[in-house]
């Protein structure tokens, strides 16, 4: 039987989703979403995923021989050459667990894994914000701050995996992720008015033009073009993809972003190079695990 089906599941600290799709990213049936409960013991937790993988072959009347691979997107830190997950803080029980082997033991297919945020912004690369370009930096932008490197249409991993964990990057009297993340936004806004809010009460005031709520967006859009000119600079992608819930701001914060970031780029980037917002929604990372297996 040929094998036109790829599988992908977006596997996080709380929820798993898995759909399918063809190798030209078309999406087969609705996917499957599921808690993660990932306090569960890690066999508990790998029976949830592959109960996922066999309710979405289920709801398109497709059987595992159609099967080309699985791919699996995971929040990280991993070991990605040999499929472990290492000390991940929202996967608690599941330290040093051998995800990869675990599924291709059960479903005998080649099973590939990535980081999480890699997989979300390889699956815009192929088939959404950056389809048709072949170098692409993307960010993912929600409880942290994620980046992703796609050279050549392939995920640029580095030397030990790690390539595009920026999260930790000094940057004024902290990391640049104690900026550019929800927390970050409403870290600023306590900064600016003393209260607490979160990033999407701060949007929703945005909407009503609170002033300092523009102001914290403005601020935000300042700091992510830190992070953002950096990339560039180093790695002169053609377009710069932004995904995560933050982005549901994007109005809010890419007028200072782009202002500020064009004056800390070379000049031909500078004039060429485009910023997009992600346009395949919740189903992106699930797209780009598939990927994987193309």
């Not at 759909?19 to 990932?38: C, D, F, Q, R, Y």
């Amino acid at each position: 039987m040929k094998k036109d089906i790829l599988i992908g599941v977006d596997f996080g600290g709380t929820k798993i989703l898995t759909g399918a799709m063809t190798e030209n990213g078309k999406v087969l049936g609705e996917p499957v979403k599921i808690p993660t409960e990932s306090t569960e013991k890690p066999e508990v937790i790998v029976d949830s995923i592959i109960k996922s993988v066999e309710e979405t072959l289920k709801r398109i009347n497709a059987g595992i021989d159609e099967v080309r691979g699985i791919g699996l997107g995971v929040t990280g830190p991993l070991d990605i050459t040999n499929g472990i997950i290492l000390e991940c803080p929202q996967l608690p029980t599941m330290h040093f667990f051998p995800l990869r082997k675990s599924i291709e033991d059960h479903f005998s297919l080649p099973v590939f894994m990535n980081n999480d945020a890699n997989c979300l912004i390889y699956g815009e690369a192929l088939f959404g914000g950056g389809v048709g370009k072949n170098n692409v930096v993307g960010f993912t932008l929600g409880t942290g701050i994620g980046c992703a490197i796609i050279l050549d249409k392939k995920i640029f991993a580095g030397f030990t995996g790690s390539a595009g964990e920026i999260w930790g990057s000094p940057y004024g009297d902290g990391t640049i992720e104690d900026l550019v993340c929800g927390s970050g936004v409403s870290r600023i806004y306590k900064e600016i008015c003393g209260d607490d809010k979160s990033s999407l009460e701060i949007a929703q005031l945005a909407e009503k033009s609170d002033p300092n709520a523009l102001k914290t967006w403005e601020l935000f859009g300042k700091h992510l073009a830190v992070a953002t000119a950096w990339t560039i600079n180093l790695i002169d992608p053609e377009v710069v993809i932004l995904g995560g819930s933050i982005t549901n701001a994007q109005k809010f914060f890419t007028p200072s972003l782009e202002s500020n970031l064009r004056k800390h780029i070379c000049p031909v980037p500078a004039e060429k190079t485009k910023i997009v917002c992600a346009t395949l929604g919740a189903n992106a990372g699930f797209i780009g695990a598939a990927s994987l297996a193309i």
